[in-house]
């Protein structure tokens, strides 16, 4: 599998955006799929993962209620809204396709990562 994110940009802080992960050569809609993103400097850290058929997802906690994840499994896509963006969600988004139906916290259930996108949300 193939991921490509996109739909990163600057953005105010306030404001909103929706990046979008596509898969590519097979199918990703048999497994969980996490976002996860790293800041300057910062480790690679967590932000929202969803289960195959969209039923589970998981969100870290400082993203609650201002994120979404959902997919669409007849496109080959999921993606995450951001909405009222702090400075501090500034990063590069990083898509992952895990080896199981469920999406996790952990980095150790994904196999395939994509190259990422910038979000940069200035104050």
């Known amino acids: 599998v193939q991921l490509q994110a996109s739909g990163g940009g600057l953005v105010q802080a306030g404001g909103s955006l929706k990046i979008s992960c596509a898969a590519s050569r097979r199918t990703f809609n048999n497994n969980g799929v996490g976002w996860f993103r790293q800041a300057p400097g910062k480790e690679r850290e967590f932000v929202a993962a969803?289960?195959?058929?969209?039923?589970?997802?998981l969100y870290e906690d400082s993203v609650k209620g201002r994120f979404t994840i959902s997919r669409d499994n007849a496109k080959n896509t999921v993606s995450l809204q951001m909405n009222a963006l702090k400075p501090e969600d500034t990063a590069v988004y990083y898509c992952?396709?895990?080896?199981?139906?469920?999406?996790?916290?952990?980095?150790?259930?994904?196999?395939?990562w994509g190259r990422g996108t910038l979000v940069t949300v200035s104050s």
């Open positions: 992952a396709s895990a080896r199981t139906p469920y999406g996790s916290r952990n980095v150790n259930p994904y196999n395939y």
């Open positions: 969803i289960s195959w058929n969209g039923g589970v997802t």
